[in-house]
């Protein structure tokens, strides 16, 4: 599957798109010029923005910038969940952000966007609230609460910036249409036995040539960032009431003390003890 340029046409009478998709079954790697804004609500899902990617437990608010390749936040979401989606040009105010100085901490938080950013704490919080509310408000009302949103996120330290330069198309086209086949075939095979050879083979590299690469775009060794996939599915299948061996085995791994090892390595903790945790928060928050 190759990365696809997403159309966003606003809403009518609109200069900006707000909606609830759900794309749970669909592969959906994409990108627009368009800024976007997504929260998300789940038990545990994939983020997967750029060259990051992660999971994220309960829920997840992140603004990417412009042509940054990301995969919708919903994929292959086994349970219950909810996702709002607010996507806009950098200018759908015109000039007023560049022009008025009361704009001009929600002009620094776009220029931060390039490297696409995770916010957490009582900021996710209050702008997932605002959020839902403007789902039942008139279009101006929409505007006027969306403006506040960004200013929340303009004001606050609660956030993490997802990647440490520029990822968009714009800048690494070749790249990230290459990356997008590396990243579809490591999805697809990541409870097999993923093949460096044969990935390699795929996108018309040497497997020594391919391992510089690969490394270069992720930080990561292939079989570091494989792993890293297993774990991410695997707290999934976890949070999906799995015990251990069904989640070690459906993800690849063919030793449980083997899994318990890289499961730790990557996440802190150890597979029983993430369970735990999440398990007891989740009933709190419940």
Not at 16 to 39: D, S, V
Not at 145 to 173: G, H, M, P, W
């Amino acid at each position: 599957m190759k990365i696809q340029l997403e159309e966003v046409i606003p809403g009518k009478g609109q200069s900006f798109k707000i909606f609830t998709p759900r794309l749970k079954h669909y592969f959906y790697w994409h990108y627009h010029p368009e800024f976007e804004l997504t929260f998300v609500e789940a038990s545990t899902g994939i983020k997967h923005v750029g060259q990051h990617i992660s999971s994220y437990v309960n829920s997840d608010l992140i603004l990417i910038g412009s042509n940054i390749p990301h995969l919708n936040f919903d994929y292959e979401l086994k349970t219950e969940y909810k996702q709002i989606v607010v996507q806009m040009k950098e200018d759908f105010l015109g000039n007023a952000f560049s022009n008025s100085p009361e704009f001009s901490s929600i002009q620094e938080l776009f220029g931060r966007a390039a490297m696409a950013i995770s916010f957490t704490g009582k900021t996710k919080q209050r702008a997932a609230e605002k959020l839902q509310q403007m789902l039942t408000l008139n279009p101006f009302e929409q505007l006027l609460c969306l403006l506040e949103v960004f200013q929340i996120l303009a004001k606050s330290d609660e956030y993490e910036l997802l990647n440490d330069r520029d990822t968009s198309v714009s800048v690494f086209l070749k790249d990230k249409i290459r990356m997008s086949s590396v990243y579809q075939y490591i999805h697809t095979n990541f409870n097999k036995q993923p093949n460096v050879n044969e990935i390699a083979t795929m996108v018309h590299l040497s497997t020594a040539a391919f391992c510089r690469y690969f490394k270069k775009q992720t930080k990561m060794t292939f079989t570091n960032f494989v792993n890293q996939y297993r774990v991410n599915q695997a707290k999934i299948y976890l949070l999906q009431n799995k015990n251990i061996s069904e989640a070690c085995y459906a993800v690849g791994f063919d030793s449980i003390s083997h899994f318990n090892k890289v499961f730790k390595k990557n996440t802190g903790e150890n597979p029983s003890d993430f369970k735990k945790r999440y398990l007891k928060s989740y009933n709190v928050v419940r």
